[in-house]
């Protein structure tokens, strides 16, 4: 089959990374299919209002160190639930043939879709409805299962474990603890790597329900062996033995409407309501998504965009790239987006942080 344009979005949620693999799909199928590349604004949104543009080597000269997407991206919009208000009124309508439409109207061949599982999922069922389209795995919390890393996860790590290293100084100077809380949604990837490398004295993760009273006797032996200051890392997903997440909003128009967010400050208040040990809050939010990707990230990101280029090239749609130890490799839809990848319980770093003092409030 002969390539002659190739679509690509970025889905979901920003991250450092998503411009590396824009500039590697462009530059690969430009250079060795000879082929046209568009973008797509917004993600799925722009494939259904019909909004893009061309992409092309001079387009995408400069932006492998660029945060972000010069494409944008929406975390929203689905096309086969599309939500919009009408007459006052939140209605979901299913416009997956309009997406198809503007598709066969620009003249792809094959469409790239770059995002999550949210962002996959969708790419799947566009799939069975005849688009040719391979997937790129994007997520800073690294919880897509058939892939051993997803970009951007390097780079969110280290902005958390840099972070926590300002932090160090300010939680030493006033005697107290410090409460971070990191994003990750349901899997604690993000807490845990970014704690450990950060030095984080307590870290709760989604995948071990904590207890107060062990948070709390945590720093009190600390205190009692003369360390006058803790830091204590939250995943937004965490939750306290017997209670449900903590949530800060639902947005009904998005794929997955929950936005968790205020387990940081609900620790933070009760570590000083039990101890009397000043405790403050800091939520790094977007912060984790910005800024320059790491040389890691940029690497793989480039790696996953040659990768699906050359799955466009055989024909092999209807499959995500993945890294497999140091190998890019790839796997049908359904396998990507599977499960989520959480921390397993016997987890090599987390017995590592065990063995050096660090408390997971289990």
């Known amino acids: 089959m002969a390539i002659k344009k190739i679509g690509i979005l970025t889905g979901g949620g920003d991250c450092p990374g998503l411009n590396a693999v824009i500039r590697a799909v462009v530059k690969k199928s430009t250079a060795d299919l000879r082929c046209e590349c568009f973008g797509i604004h917004d993600g799925y949104e722009g494939l259904v209002m019909g909004s893009g543009v061309e992409l092309t080597s001079s387009t995408v000269s400069n932006i492998l160190p660029v945060g972000g997407t ?16 009408v007459r006052g009124k939140m209605v979901k309508e299913d416009l997956s043939r309009q997406a198809m439409g503007w598709a066969k109207r620009w003249g792809l061949t094959a469409l790239v879709a770059i995002g999550g599982d949210g962002t996959l999922s969708i790419a799947s069922r566009l799939a069975k409805l005849g688009m040719k389209i391979v997937g790129i795995p994007k997520t800073i919390d690294n919880d897509l299962s058939a892939t051993d890393m997803t970009f951007g996860h390097d780079t969110a790590t280290q902005i958390i474990s840099d972070a926590i290293d300002r932090l160090h100084t300010t939680a030493q100077s006033h005697h107290g603890a410090i409460v971070v809380e990191v994003m990750g949604r349901y899997a604690g990837w993000l807490a845990l790597r970014g704690g450990v490398s950060g030095g984080g004295d307590v870290i709760l993760i989604p995948e071990i329900p904590f207890s107060m009273d062990s948070v709390v006797k945590a720093i009190e032996r600390r205190t ?18 017997g209670k449900g997440l903590v949530v800060r909003r639902r947005i009904e128009s998005s794929p997955d409407p929950i936005r968790l967010g205020g387990i940081g400050q609900y620790v933070a208040d009760e570590i000083e309501r039990r101890s009397g040990i000043s405790s403050r809050i800091v939520v790094l939010g977007h912060l984790q998504r ?15 965009g040659a990768h699906a280029v050359t799955l466009i090239e055989k024909g092999r749609f209807g499959r995500m790239v993945a890294l497999k130890g140091a190998r890019i490799t790839d796997v049908p839809f359904e396998a990507a987006v599977k499960k989520l990848k959480l921390v397993p319980k016997n987890y090599a770093l987390m017995e590592t942080a065990r063995s050096l003092g660090t408390s997971f409030g289990d």
Do not use: H, Q
Request: glycine share 10%.
């Open 224 to 241: 009692r062996m003369g360390r006058r200051f803790s830091i204590v890392v939250v995943a937004e997903g965490a939750r306290e033995k």
């Open 70 to 85: 010069i494409l944008g991206t929406s975390n929203t919009a689905n096309p086969f639930e599309y939500a919009r208000m």
């Open 290 to 304: 910005g800024g320059t990707p790491t040389a890691f990230d940029r690497i793989l990101a480039t790696r996953l």
